[in-house]
């Protein structure tokens, strides 16, 4: 399954950068955006997660990201994410980049794992900016206030049309200047900056490696394509790297 060029720069002391997105999380049963299961009440994310949305109706979009923090909140890590978490205890040089603001990366052992798009469990007051982790969602009312200024409560992700957080990028940045080995996993490859991070990687040297049940737009760039689910292969990856 793996090529022994991909082996063998394992054994060379490799900076490794990992780059996932909500694929990685589907076997632990969240829904992708892309998927068939990602549309709620027969919205498109991209109508509930922007800015705009949120201020004309508050209440609709909390209502979904209560439905989304509660999946989140009765859900597990599954393989792929124990399997990143090992790879970091195996190389000192590692980096972990996300797309998924699940937090399944820190609950699996990932140490730092860098959240381009924030975290579903973290909230932020629009008014005074203090974070609340996970609002009793049961308590509230349906709009969650801050307990400080009575603002109100947002979820702390990234929404479309809004920058990413400015210590992650820079932090992504640097990591992708440094890699050895860039792998893509789980990620349609659509949304930027993330989109870029592959080719950036390539471009500053990286063996590029992507992990996906299906081709995507990045497929025809890569060196490595590794067709599957990401719970299978990468603890097989962490297997055959132990062999060698
Ligand atoms: P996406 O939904 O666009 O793409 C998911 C990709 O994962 C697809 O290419 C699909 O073929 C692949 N995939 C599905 N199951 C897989 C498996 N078991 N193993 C390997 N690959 C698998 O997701 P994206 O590229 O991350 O972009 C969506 C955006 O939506 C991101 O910005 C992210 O923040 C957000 N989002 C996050 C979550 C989460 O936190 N878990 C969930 C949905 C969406
Ligand atoms: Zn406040």
Same mark, same amino acid.
């Given at each position: 399954?793996?090529?022994?060029?991909? %082996?063998?720069?394992?054994?060379?002391?490799?900076?490794?950068?990992?780059?996932?997105?909500?694929?990685?999380?589907?076997?632990?049963?969240?829904?992708?955006?892309?998927?068939?299961?990602?549309?709620?009440?027969?919205?498109?994310?991209?109508?509930?997660?922007?800015?705009?949305?949120?201020?004309?109706?508050?209440?609709?979009?909390?209502?979904?990201?209560?439905?989304?923090?509660?999946?989140?909140?009765?859900?597990?890590? &599954?393989?792929?994410?124990?399997?990143?978490?090992?790879?970091?205890?195996?190389?000192?040089?590692?980096?972990?980049?996300?797309?998924?603001?699940?937090?399944?990366?820190?609950?699996?052992?990932?140490?730092?794992?860098?959240?381009?798009?924030?975290?579903?469990?973290?909230?932020?007051?629009?008014?005074? &900016?203090?974070?609340?982790?996970?609002?009793?969602?049961?308590?509230?009312?349906?709009?969650?206030?801050?307990?400080?200024?009575?603002?109100?409560?947002?979820?702390?992700?990234?929404?479309?049309?809004?920058? %990413?957080?400015?210590?992650?990028?820079?932090?992504?940045?640097?990591?992708?200047?440094?890699? &050895?080995?860039?792998?893509?996993?789980?990620?349609?490859?659509?949304?930027?900056?993330?989109?870029?991070?592959?080719?950036?990687?390539?471009?500053?040297?990286?063996?590029?490696?992507?992990?996906?049940?299906?081709?995507?737009?990045?497929?025809?760039?890569?060196?490595?394509?590794?067709?599957?689910?990401?719970?299978?292969?990468?603890?097989?990856?962490?297997?055959?790297?132990?062999?060698?």
């Amino acid at each position: 399954m793996f090529s022994e060029k991909l %082996l063998e720069k394992f054994q060379e002391n490799p900076v490794v950068v990992v780059l996932t997105g909500a694929g990685i999380s589907a076997e632990s049963g969240v829904p992708t955006f892309r998927g068939e299961d990602g549309l709620w009440k027969k919205f498109k994310p991209e109508e509930l997660a922007n800015f705009d949305a949120f201020i004309r109706n508050p209440e609709i979009v909390w209502e979904w990201y209560r439905y989304r923090q509660e999946i989140v909140r009765n859900i597990e890590p &599954n393989p792929g994410h124990y399997a990143l978490a090992e790879l970091e205890r195996m190389f000192p040089d590692f980096y972990l980049i996300t797309q998924n603001v699940d937090g399944l990366h820190f609950r699996a052992g990932s140490q730092n794992p860098i959240e381009l798009h924030g975290n579903i469990m973290r909230n932020r007051c629009l008014q005074c &900016n203090k974070y609340f982790m996970e609002v009793d969602l049961q308590k509230e009312p349906v709009i969650p206030k801050c307990t400080e200024c009575g603002g109100i409560l947002r979820p702390d992700v990234v929404w479309f049309g809004e920058q %990413l957080p400015q210590q992650a990028l820079i932090n992504a940045e640097k990591a992708i200047n440094e890699a &050895n080995i860039f792998f893509s996993v789980g990620t349609s490859a659509l949304v930027q900056p993330a989109a870029s991070m592959p080719f950036w990687a390539k471009s500053s040297g990286a063996y590029l490696v992507e992990i996906n049940i299906m081709e995507t737009l990045l497929t025809p760039y890569v060196d490595e394509y590794l067709s599957g689910k990401s719970g299978e292969i990468l603890p097989e990856l962490i297997k055959q790297i132990k062999k060698t």
